[in-house]
């Protein structure tokens, strides 16, 4: 089982522990209308060669309670002077659920630079054809994911995901999986 598919699983098993948890804990279902979100996260990223820690932040919109659009950035240290960032508009769609427990999945669009050391000797196939004196690489990608959110109380929501970014230049590309563990806060407007 490849790195990534590793991760991923192990993720999905513990918020599965979590989201059980959090079911049995009473949570206000007042109706609202849109709402703002502020998120910080945690988690890991890993691409065809390399596995790193992500730290990140992202703010959303709410346009409904079950649709929102939301802006990302994630920051991940290989080592060796390896480092990456992915930005990323997406919108999000709640899928089930009812305020407590929601899962939900996103997708859009985004930018995802990669910068490598000088020593840095293992560097995906995707960038080393292009590497000569560049390090650094900016490139388009398309990504998709899911999770759920779990709700602590009104405002604040645990919400673990997984996501996929397929980048892509000049006919190639680059998956890359982050899977992440996001503490949210909601900044809502009630009817």
């Known amino acids: 089982m490849c790195r990534a598919a590793s991760i991923t699983l192990t993720f999905v098993l513990a918020s599965t522990v979590a989201g059980s948890a ?22 890991a990223t890993a691409d065809a060669k390399q596995t790193g820690p992500v730290v990140g932040g992202a703010a ?4 409904t309670p079950r649709i929102a659009i939301e802006g ?25 659920g009812k305020r ?14 990669a910068t490598f050391g000088a020593n840095e000797i ?34 604040v929501a645990v919400r673990p995901d997984a996501e996929t970014a397929v980048v892509f230049r000049g006919g190639h ?7 992440a563990m996001h503490v949210v806060y909601h900044f809502e407007t009630s009817r």
């Open 22 to 43: 959090w079911a049995r804990q009473p949570v206000s279902v007042t109706e609202w209308s849109h709402g703002t979100t502020l998120n910080g996260f945690v988690g």
């Open 173 to 179: 590309r680059l998956v890359v999986t982050t899977v």
């Open 60 to 63: 959303g919109w709410e346009i």
């Open 122 to 155: 293992d560097v995906p196939e995707f960038y080393s054809q292009r590497m000569t004196v560049h390090r650094t690489f900016t490139d388009p990608s398309i990504v998709a994911g899911g999770g759920v959110s779990l709700f602590v109380n009104r405002s």
């Open 72 to 96: 990302s950035g994630a920051w991940t240290d290989f080592g060796a002077g390896t480092t990456s960032f992915a930005g990323a508009v997406t919108a999000r769609v709640r899928i089930a």
């Open 100 to 113: 407590k427990i929601d899962p939900f999945v996103h997708a859009g669009i985004g930018l995802y630079r």
